[in-house]
């Protein structure tokens, strides 16, 4: 694909998210992220889904997919090309024509237990095949393209998506709250399901004495607020990078009052809890 057909057919939706940014507010055509190359606490990234662009209020700036990529990554139009090439080819030779959900940029056409010989060995390179039922196996089309992956659902329906080839969100994004235990005080904050599946990994066949919280991405941290007003005692299983060090700080700084667990020092050496477990240096 040229330039031109690259800004049009390559959503600029699945390329923030890949960036793992997400809308901090939105509505059916546009929604606001936080800014692209600085911290702020009001999102003042507009993009509009239909025009496929974003204009940034701050910085009065405007962006298309292409120079998203090179103002995240600080590269050229030939680097940037390259990295939104494997948005060119979602295709896993998916099949199905009766379809169960959709929506305005994506549509769903299966949801069932993971099954597909590719998506088992995937969960078995993340070492997380023992906990295949809390996943399901999803079929979806985005822009005439077929797909499929490991899909982990959240508060509002949507799907978090993983395979070898994508790392998505189909529907809209949001925290993942599931409580197994009857009126616990104590939670377990993830960034990712696949932490949260290591997790119940090490457990075992222990029976569940906390909640769990899957924030699947550090920047729907503000919709955890109230409900960790429920809980005494928090748990962190957060990655070592900057982003879940901020988080952890602001948690910390939100629950004063309450027991706040760092247990990244568990994983210290590597990137997050599944990277550790995965390791053979665990």
Known sequence: MNCKNIKQKILIRAVLESFNHFPVKENRKTA???ALDREEKIP???????KNQAFDFGTGRSYDVISIVQQINKCSVSDALKYLAQFAGISENASSKTPTTKGENHRITKVQEVWHPALADYLKSRKVF?????????????GGKQGFGIGFENQSGGFEIRSTY???CLGKKDITLIQLSTKSSEIVIFEGFFDYLTYRNLEKNKTPTCDYLI????SMLFRAEE???????ICLFLDNDDNGKS???????HCKYKTVEDCSLIYHDFKDLNEWWCSDKR
């Open 247 to 253: 988080s952890k700080m602001k948690i910390q700084n």
């Open 32 to 34: 606001f992220y936080f």
């Open 130 to 142: 023992e906990q295949k039922e809390l996943v399901r196996e999803i079929h979806y089309e985005i």
């Open 215 to 218: 924030l699947n991405s550090t």
């Open 227 to 233: 409900i960790l007003k429920n809980y005494n005692k």
């Open 166 to 168: 994508s790392k998505i």
């Open 44 to 50: 003042s990234l507009s993009v509009d889904f239909e």
